[in-house]
């Protein structure tokens, strides 16, 4: 999926969701991510991250993205926990980045071979290690499991 195709799908979620949620409840938390904050966060977890999933980090962010909970490229302030701190703790560290947690114990996120991580976004099993792949990319992961849309 191409970034103005995923653009949108948002904003049509944005605007037939924005009626029906509380004005207390924030869809999106937005925590953008700069060059340098992705680039550190590669250089410390030794991996080159998909440029779409930059892209989205950059413009769109981490945090609360309606239906998803994403990994923050840097968590602020220490208030959440964020893409380097997780799978720097996690046994999987050498050929998966976790980014999204499904909430059961289980992680979506990217394989990576060779310390380049493909566009396929897979969700890692807790139970066994084993890994499904979930969507091709991950704005069309995002539009699927964040926006429940396609």
């Not at 904003?11 to 924030?26: F, K, L, Y």
Request: aromatic share 10%; hydrophobic share 40%.
């Amino acid at each position: 999926m191409e970034f103005k195709d995923f653009s949108a799908i948002l904003e049509r979620v944005r605007a037939t969701r924005s009626g029906n949620v509380p004005s207390d409840i924030q869809l999106l938390d937005s925590w953008l991510a700069s060059d340098s904050e992705i680039r550190h966060a590669e250089d410390e977890l030794g991996v080159r991250l998909p440029e779409k999933y930059k892209e989205f980090m950059q413009r769109i962010g981490g945090g609360q993205f309606i239906f998803l909970d994403l990994l923050p490229v840097v968590s602020l302030e220490g208030r959440h926990e964020d893409v380097v701190e997780v799978n720097q703790r996690e046994p999987w560290a050498n050929d998966f980045v976790a980014v999204s947690p499904v909430g059961t114990g289980d992680w979506w996120g990217f394989n990576a071979v060779g310390g380049i991580c493909g566009d396929e976004v897979f969700i890692r099993i807790f139970e066994d290690g084993s890994r499904e792949v979930e969507a091709s990319d991950f704005l069309e992961f995002a539009a699927r499991q964040g926006l429940r849309a396609g």
